[in-house]
């Protein structure tokens, strides 16, 4: 696979990484794990060098299970990982708020390091910004970690603009780490043109709209209580309706490409600019090898105005997050 180096100081990685939250939370009955350790570990086998997790994913579990399969392959791979959260794992949601103080930011990275049996965290993001806690704290705290040897880059994750700024004034950000998709474009206002100015690498989460984009979800789709998609205002019924006009313009362009509605909306991401790498999620390997299939496709100029002029046309039904989570991103 193509490589992608993540600012001008962070990590070459994949063009395309893994994200690994579904292989244990949030989109269903977790996985069985010993599958997902062969998916780990054939991820990296097809070319994927980035993988994406995070304290909160179980809670805990998520990190345990990358340590796991990735541990014969550590020297191939670059291990993501998150903190920020006060964690209640007794919790329907496994968390209870923001908490980025300084000490927090330290407890998490060693019982991160200890649940992934690493001795360096290659990317260490912030999950969400802490109102309560400024971010030239946030960024001196890691940036004593990095001197400590144990994480190697800071990242932020759902930061604004001004927040990115005043973080990477104190340590150096190699990546921020927001929503971005056809379907949710708010980072091209101003969040994008800030790390094009500052050097900083872009990784999409949700980057094929948590499945939707696929075009393997319609509207009689249900989704179990536990799924996340079960409580965003973007997966009711009539919004994914309404939203299947995006779909079938991938399918379009799909057809035309040799791709997948899948493969043309990561392909789109890509195009955008060098230093943007999606990690798009999954727990089955033909999905897998779809996913890393849209390195190969090259959208040309003409596609990709073809494409911004259709979806200018298309308004995206749905709020992206129910209220409650909206209020935790920076803005």
Same mark, same amino acid.
């Given at each position: 696979?193509?490589?992608?180096?993540?600012?001008?100081?962070?990590?070459?990685?994949?063009?395309?990484?893994?994200?690994?939250?579904?292989?244990?939370?949030?989109?269903?009955?977790?996985?069985?794990?010993?599958?997902?350790?062969?998916?780990?570990?054939?991820?990296?086998?097809?070319?994927?060098?980035?993988?994406?997790?995070?304290?909160?994913?179980?809670?805990?579990?998520?990190?345990?299970?990358?340590?796991?399969?990735?541990?014969?392959?550590?020297?191939?791979?670059?291990?993501?990982?998150?903190?920020?959260?006060?964690?209640?794992?007794?919790?329907?949601?496994?968390?209870?708020?923001?908490?980025?103080?300084?000490?927090?930011?330290?407890?998490?990275?060693?019982?991160?390091?200890?649940?992934?049996?690493?001795?360096?965290?290659?990317?260490?993001? #912030?999950?969400? @910004? =802490?109102?309560?806690?400024? &971010?030239?704290?946030?960024? *001196?705290?890691?940036?004593?970690? $990095?001197?400590?040897?144990?994480?190697?880059?800071?990242?932020?994750?759902?930061?604004?603009?001004?927040?990115?700024?005043?973080?990477?004034?104190?340590?150096?950000?190699?990546?921020?780490?927001?929503?971005?998709?056809?379907?949710?474009?708010?980072?091209?206002?101003?969040?994008?043109?800030?790390?094009?100015?500052?050097?900083?690498?872009?990784?999409?989460?949700?980057?094929?709209?948590?499945?939707?984009?696929?075009?393997?979800?319609?509207?009689?789709?249900?989704?179990?209580?536990?799924?996340?998609?079960?409580?965003?205002?973007?997966?009711?019924?009539?919004?994914?309706?309404?939203? #299947?006009?995006? @779909? =079938?313009?991938?399918?379009? &362009?799909?057809?035309?490409? *040799?791709?997948?509605?899948?493969? $043309?909306?990561?392909?789109?991401?890509?195009?955008?600019?060098?230093?943007?790498?999606?990690?798009?999620?999954?727990?089955?390997?033909?999905?897998?090898?779809?996913?890393?299939?849209?390195?190969?496709?090259?959208?040309?100029?003409?596609?990709?105005?073809?494409?911004?002029?259709?979806?200018?046309?298309?308004?995206?039904?749905?709020?992206?997050?129910?209220?409650?989570?909206?209020?935790?991103?920076?803005?």
């Amino acid at each position: 696979m193509q490589t992608r180096k993540l600012g001008t100081d962070g990590p070459e990685v994949s063009a395309i990484g893994l994200g690994c939250m579904g292989m244990s939370s949030s989109l269903g009955p977790a996985p069985d794990r010993g599958e997902m350790i062969q998916l780990l570990q054939a991820a990296v086998e097809l070319g994927v060098t980035l993988f994406d997790t995070a304290e909160v994913y179980g809670p805990f579990v998520n990190e345990e299970l990358v340590g796991e399969a990735l541990a014969p392959l550590r020297d191939q791979v670059a291990i993501a990982t998150k903190f920020g959260f006060a964690l209640d794992p007794a919790g329907e949601s496994g968390w209870a708020g923001v908490d980025s103080r300084p000490k927090h930011i330290r407890d998490v990275a060693d019982a991160s390091l200890h649940r992934l049996g690493i001795d360096a965290i290659d990317l260490f993001y #912030q999950h969400r @910004v =802490d109102p309560e806690v400024p &971010i030239e704290d946030v960024a *001196g705290a890691v940036r004593d970690l $990095i001197q400590e040897g144990k994480v190697k880059h800071f990242g932020l994750s759902e930061a604004a603009a001004g927040t990115i700024r005043r973080a990477h004034a104190v340590q150096p950000v190699a990546a921020v780490q927001s929503e971005y998709s056809l379907w949710t474009r708010g980072p091209e206002a101003e969040v994008l043109p800030t790390l094009e100015e500052l050097g900083i690498g872009f990784v999409p989460f949700s980057p094929l709209g948590r499945g939707f984009l696929t075009g393997t979800i319609d509207q009689d789709r249900t989704f179990e209580s536990d799924d996340i998609r079960s409580s965003l205002p973007r997966f009711t019924p009539e919004a994914r309706k309404a939203n #299947q006009t995006l @779909v =079938d313009l991938l399918r379009t &362009i799909g057809e035309r490409k *040799g791709g997948t509605p899948a493969q $043309i909306a990561l392909a789109w991401l890509l195009a955008q600019k060098p230093w943007i790498v999606p990690i798009p999620g999954t727990t089955k390997r033909h999905r897998l090898e779809e996913n890393i299939g849209a390195a190969e496709i090259e959208l040309t100029p003409e596609d990709l105005a073809e494409i911004d002029r259709a979806a200018s046309e298309i308004e995206v039904a749905g709020a992206r997050y129910p209220e409650n989570l909206e209020r935790l991103i920076d803005r």
